[in-house]
């Protein structure tokens, strides 16, 4: 609200000659002329509270509207079939098949046998791609005593003293076993000729995966049993390290550029020596290629594997000039297959191990020699719970617009003026608001309209289907206060959609054949609408009448909905195209003009008490000379 007595920023200095308070009277004088000021801003805030209380109702249509009619809503949208065509499925044996029905689906048994699953071609290298743990010179035990060795074993350290007892390769591998656990870790000569090159590696079949060596706290272990920190201390490859750094452990060569160049189904790569392994296979796994290349730690060991499943030729790869496939072993290679299922005693070959026929999609999982049965029924608890979601929402919605148009109005509560507000706490002004604000859509024709169109929609009868509402159990409450809200015989509703599924999906979702769809409703006359009307179910109904009221689209009339059209949506190029903000804009323009108004008004005061303040003066200059003369 604009603040009073903000009309003049002239200085002035006043009383000078006569002592009168003239800031003061003019004050006062001015009150009186505020009072029609006040009002003015009064009844725009008025209409603004209007426009946002209309605005927060739109709000709640919409939010109405986006969950339960909305083709993106997925969940709940009562205006599609498939929302009334839930199935849940069962199968003999969910390892070997599983079922997933869709709105296409009808129930029964299907018997399935799973001769084959669909397989992707891959390649795979040996188990062990990195030499072993090698030593570069003869164990000195004796140099060892009094030190400590660090074997990290799949992420677990694990310390091995070394002491005066240990004097060859058969007193570590004791220690060593004293320390993880025997039958993990083998200790060799490297050569085999009792030269004393230590190679250390994890025994067979021992489920050992990684193996790191580091000096413990003691000493340098390591120095003494011939091994150097710029060797190879672990058994498998750190996929952070370069294409540089792996060649020198893996031995492949670069191409005369200094590049690793493959071609992968088609696809050319080319990584220089400074690229990771990582990175390497991060450009290979998102490209066009199709395949995934991975580096297994446990294993040590790569494999290349097609995207998709099936047989045919999906894996082809070559190089040019560089050694990095034939050096890391990679020489396997498995052929996909396709997957074998017979359904209902008919045979269907597939490149995947998803297929979908007549609705069911089914997930093959494992193969067998035995027959499947797998079951399809209606799901008469989904289709219940989404049905009853919708009517509570619908109940909240009008249990809220009804208390909106029910609240009454006291005209003794209005806007503040700044005045006012001074002399109040923000507690107190903020009660004193909210009471302002109640009422303001006390009776409303507009939202009057709304629910008696949506009660009276709901009870009409749909054009070609058998059931109404009332017949599927769900009928409008006998107590008075509950003001058309909905109530819903749970035992009557469930035995209608088990014996009657089609009747009870038509009810809610059946479209008009003359005029269908959800865009074309704002443009019909209303002798198409009353066509549209008797055709379709009762979510259309539903839908239709809230577009006539919060539609921001364009439609006959070149108009948008009703309650758009009267107080807009934010976001939306109607937020400052409406009647009620029009009608804020003439108030605020009144308001400027009767703000020039009283600034002339004031100025006026002040001239007359300025001219009143030189008359004075002149007189009491007379006086003095006059009385000078009698002196």
């Known amino acids: 609200m604009t603040t009073i007595n903000s009309y003049s920023t002239t200085n002035r200095i006043t009383g000078m000659v006569s002592g009168l308070d003239v800031d003061s009277i003019v004050e006062s004088l001015m009150e009186a002329e505020e009072v029609p000021l006040e009002k003015l801003e009064q009844k725009k805030e008025l209409v603004e509270w209007k426009r946002d209380a209309y605005r927060e109702v739109s709000n709640l249509l919409r939010a109405f509207a986006d969950k339960y009619l909305n083709y993106s809503s997925s969940s709940f949208n009562m205006l599609s079939q498939s929302t009334y065509q839930q199935y849940s499925s069962t199968s003999t044996a969910e390892s070997i098949v599983t079922v997933t029905p869709d709105s296409k689906a009808t129930t029964g048994s299907h018997t399935v046998v799973v001769s084959n699953l669909a397989t992707a071609a891959s390649c795979q290298s040996s188990a062990g791609v990195t030499a072993a743990i090698t030593a570069f010179s003869t164990a000195d035990f004796d140099a060892a005593v009094g030190s400590s060795l660090v074997l990290e074993i799949d992420g677990t350290e694990y310390?091995?003293?070394?002491?005066?007892?240990?004097?060859?390769?058969?007193?570590?591998?004791k220690a060593i076993d004293e320390a993880v656990g025997s039958?993990?870790?083998?200790?060799?000569?490297?050569?085999?000729?009792?030269?004393?090159?230590?190679?250390?590696?994890?025994?067979?079949?021992?489920?050992?995966?990684t193996i790191t060596l580091s000096n413990g706290d003691e000493g340098d272990a390591l120095s003494a049993l011939g091994f150097s920190s710029i060797d190879d201390l672990s058994n498998?490859?750190?996929?952070?390290?370069?294409?540089?750094?792996?060649?020198?452990?893996?031995?492949?060569?670069?191409?005369?550029?200094?590049?690793?160049?493959?071609?992968?189904?088609?696809?050319?790569?080319?990584?220089?020596?400074?690229?990771?392994?990582?990175s390497m296979m991060d450009e290979i796994n998102t490209s066009a290629a199709g395949v995934t290349m991975k580096y297994r730690t446990n294993?040590?060991?790569?494999?290349l594997t097609a995207n998709n499943t099936g047989a045919g030729n999906t894996l082809r790869i070559s190089e040019s000039g560089s050694t990095f496939i034939q050096d890391i072993g990679?020489?396997?290679?498995?052929?996909?297959?396709?997957?074998?299922?017979?359904?209902?005693?008919?045979?269907?070959?597939?490149?995947?191990?998803s297929l979908t026929l007549d609705?069911?999609?089914?997930?093959?999982?494992?193969?067998?020699?035995?027959?499947?049965?797998?079951?399809?029924?209606?799901?008469?608890?989904?289709?219940?719970?989404?049905?009853?979601?919708?009517?509570?929402?619908?109940?909240?919605?009008?249990?809220?617009?009804?208390?909106?148009?029910?609240?009454?109005?006291?005209?003794?509560?209005?806007?503040?003026?700044?005045d006012q507000k001074a002399e109040m706490s923000d507690d107190e002004i903020e009660a004193w608001e909210e009471k302002a604000k109640t009422g303001l859509l006390e009776d409303d024709t507009t939202l009057t309209n709304l629910l008696r169109n949506m009660r009276t929609a709901l009870y009409e009868s749909v054009s070609g289907v058998s059931v109404n509402l009332t017949e599927i159990g769900i009928s409008t409450s006998s107590n008075y206060q509950d003001k058309g809200k909905l109530v819903i015989d749970e035992d009557a509703l469930r035995e209608a959609i088990e014996s009657n599924p089609a009747g009870v999906m038509n009810l809610f979702s059946q479209?008009?054949?003359?005029?269908?769809g959800t865009a074309s409703v704002v443009n019909l006359s209303s002798a198409q609408r009353e066509i549209r009307t008797g055709e379709e179910g009762l979510a259309y109904r539903i839908y239709d009448i809230l577009q006539d009221n919060i539609s921001t689209n364009t439609g006959i009339g070149n108009t948008k909905g009703i309650l758009i059209e009267k107080a807009g949506l934010e976001d939306d190029s109607s937020e400052y195209d409406n009647l009620l903000t029009s009608q804020i804009n003439n108030y605020s323009e009144k308001i400027e003009a009767m703000l020039k108004k009283l600034e002339e008004k004031e100025n006026n005061y002040y001239e007359k008490y300025s001219l009143m303040e030189t008359y004075i003066n002149q007189m009491n200059n007379q006086l003095n000379t006059l009385l000078s003369y009698l002196e």
């Open 159 to 173: 310390t091995v003293a070394l002491d005066e007892s240990i004097t060859g390769i058969d007193d570590l591998q």
């Open 183 to 209: 039958g993990k870790i083998v200790v060799s000569d490297t050569n085999g000729d009792g030269t004393g090159y230590l190679t250390i590696a994890k025994a067979e079949e021992s489920g050992i995966g």
């Open 236 to 278: 498998y490859l750190d996929t952070a390290d370069t294409l540089e750094t792996i060649a020198e452990r893996l031995g492949f060569d670069f191409d005369s550029g200094g590049n690793v160049n493959l071609t992968i189904n088609g696809v050319s790569f080319e990584f220089s020596k400074s690229t990771t392994l990582e």
């Open 299 to 303: 294993s040590d060991s790569f494999s």
């Open 330 to 353: 990679i020489t396997g290679y498995t052929s996909g297959e396709d997957a074998v299922v017979t359904i209902d005693g008919e045979k269907y070959t597939r490149s995947s191990n």
């Open 359 to 418: 609705g069911v999609t089914y997930s093959l999982k494992a193969e067998s020699t035995e027959t499947q049965t797998v079951s399809i029924s209606q799901d008469t608890d989904a289709v219940y719970t989404k049905i009853t979601s919708f009517i509570e929402a619908y109940n909240d919605l009008i249990d809220s617009i009804n208390n909106t148009i029910s609240e009454e109005y006291d005209r003794d509560y209005q806007p503040l003026t700044d």
């Open 511 to 516: 479209q008009s054949t003359t005029y269908s």
